[in-house]
């Protein structure tokens, strides 16, 4: 368990000191913004590059795990959009804010560096996979949803065309097909340029936990909606273990293709959902609770999932007798 302890808490510091360093310096929210077109657009690819680049081909044609993992996230989101349409009498706005919260999860900022910490570089392929295919569902989702629900105004071709520009143009889905070409031709950067991308690689993870921290602080708490009783549970537990089974049903995967997909799961909202509901004008405050509170949570059940994967008590084939 000390072991455990050692690999998680470092994480939920970074997003700690991230958080104490925002109270004490009071800085406004803009001052965030380069912070984040570092990561995003910088950091980060450079991470998947660095791990990418390097994988043998083979591996990048799970298809079966590809459908497992993005058909659970839509199974949660659809989970929680039924429930919400069910509690708020049918306002598919926040319905689907509320979906989201329950199955967006932190994948960028925390998923590749936690998953590479806790299960090394053949944790790479499968979280850039659940990163590139789960994003786009939430890229397609959260638009036709709130184009159903009214507040887009655009059209079906200006609507679909906006949907499909947000996912070709992502930076991590851009890094992730170029990072698959040099894979396939098996290309080498020079040996400046490849120390640059070591730079911005090891930058990554904690930029992005620091950046997270400060995003939560900036975002006060005034009360706990009663959403959140279904959200965290549905968010941190259930999605990954509706992945564990669909993993589980769908094929025979490496061990840590099966626990890297679960990671992702059991990770908490994303502060995209923020982001989204702000953009809409709708579950703004709620959404930004839940965003706390389910990293709160997750110090505990992250913790719990990784000494239960480490420790043998879950395999990662329940077909295989024990």
Known sequence: MVSILNLVLPFFGLIFIGFVVARITRQPVEALGWMNTFII?????????????????????????????????????????????????????SSTIEGLAAAYGNIGYMGPGLALLAFGPAAAVPVAMVFCFDNALHFTVAPLMMALAGDDKRGLLPLMGDVVLKIVTHPFIIATVVSITAAVFELQLP?????????????????????????????????????????????????????????NLLGDFPPVWVFSAMLMAALPTATNVFVIAQQYGVWVERASTSILATTVFSVITLTILLYSMKEGLLPPDFWVPR
């Open 41 to 93: 657009y910088v950091a980060l690819p450079a991470l998947f590059f660095q791990l990418l680049s390097k994988t043998p081909v083979a591996e990048l044609t799970q298809w079966r795990f590809v459908v497992g993992t993005t058909l659970s996230t839509f199974i949660v989101f659809s989970l929680m959009f039924a429930i919400a349409m069910a509690r708020s009498r049918r306002n598919i706005a």
């Open 191 to 247: 040996p400046a340029a490849a120390r640059i991308v070591e730079f911005l690689a090891g930058a990554a993870a904690p930029c992005a936990l620091f950046a997270m921290g400060v995003t939560l602080a900036l975002r006060p708490v005034k009360r706990v909606p009663t959403e959140l009783y279904l959200i965290v549970p549905i968010k941190l537990i259930l999605h990954p273990l509706i992945v564990y089974v669909a993993l």
